[in-house]
């Protein structure tokens, strides 16, 4: 997933306070639909999210508030027939009141048996867009006892794989945030849909690691089926006005549907 700038020079007062997009790709043992909208009691829209079957929790999602939340490296385990995934953070994010900081900390804090670390690694992110707050939540290692490393993620282009926050070790990152930046520095920003399709390239970043490209093409590995499942640009502009983008299918191999989704944060 990758975070973008916001800009504090004078030629880009005119352009979006920030930029956001997001890449996921999953096993055939996962599944998540499409983006929708989640009410309240009272019929509000509350979450925009596309949700885990297994686990009922998500990948990216964004509030009608501005809370922001997007995770990678969230790898399963199958316990009593049952998924243990961290999807499920990301949305206890979106449905809190507690600030970026005050989350990350809770969460790094909650360690043992029955926290809510036990079981799961991930990479995470999470921000509130009126605050103009982000931080970065990090839990490599399975173990319940496993070290959460958080952080502050300032301006700038960023991204967020699962080599974790802005590595340089992976040529698939630098290529993303390369492409991201030189996009977003244009005078005009692009559209949306142009943004999107950065996310699009299936050039391996290492000819030989079939899973190391920014789009994965679909294939077979084993038993196993891997490939892009959806793709997601998020768009905030400097008067709150959002602007989410999908490109999703159901199945491997199903033809491509697109999604728009525009609001604005109260």
Not at 14 to 21: D, G, H, N, S, Y
Not at 60 to 85: E, T
Not at 189 to 209: G, N, Q, S, T
Not at 216 to 221: A, C, F, L, Q, T
Request: contains cysteine; charged residues 30%; glycine residues 6%.
């Amino acid at each position: 997933m990758e975070r973008g700038r916001k800009h504090t020079d004078a030629a880009a007062e005119q352009r979006e306070l920030a930029i956001k997009a997001s890449l996921k790709f999953f096993r055939r043992v996962r599944s998540i639909r499409k983006a929708a909208w989640e009410r309240d009691e009272t019929g509000t829209y509350q979450i925009l999210s596309g949700r885990c079957e297994e686990t009922d929790g998500t990948w990216l999602g964004i509030s009608i508030r501005g809370r922001v939340a997007f995770l990678v490296d969230a790898w399963p385990l199958l316990v009593n027939d049952r998924f243990i995934g961290a999807e499920r953070r990301t949305l206890e994010f979106l449905e809190s009141n507690e600030s970026p900081e005050d989350f990350a900390k809770s969460l790094a804090a909650d360690t043992g048996h029955t926290a809510r670390n036990t079981q799961i690694s991930y990479q995470l992110i999470v921000a509130d867009i009126a605050s103009n707050s982000m931080f970065y939540i990090s839990k490599p290692s399975l173990s319940e006892n496993g070290i959460v490393h958080i952080e502050p993620v300032g301006p700038g282009v960023h991204t967020l794989s699962s080599d974790g926050l802005d590595s340089e070790d992976g040529r698939r990152d630098l290529h993303l945030k390369n492409s991201f930046g030189e996009m977003i520095n244009r005078e005009r920003l692009p559209p949306i849909r142009e943004l999107a399709r950065i996310m699009y390239d299936p050039v391996r970043a290492y000819e030989r690691v079939p899973l190391m490209s920014i789009f994965v093409v679909d294939m077979r590995i084993g038993s196993e089926h891997y490939g892009t499942r959806s793709t997601t640009a998020l768009v905030v502009k400097r008067t709150n006005d959002v602007m989410f983008f999908e490109r999703y299918r159901e199945k491997f191999n199903d033809n491509w549907e697109d999604h728009d989704f525009a609001f604005t944060i109260i």
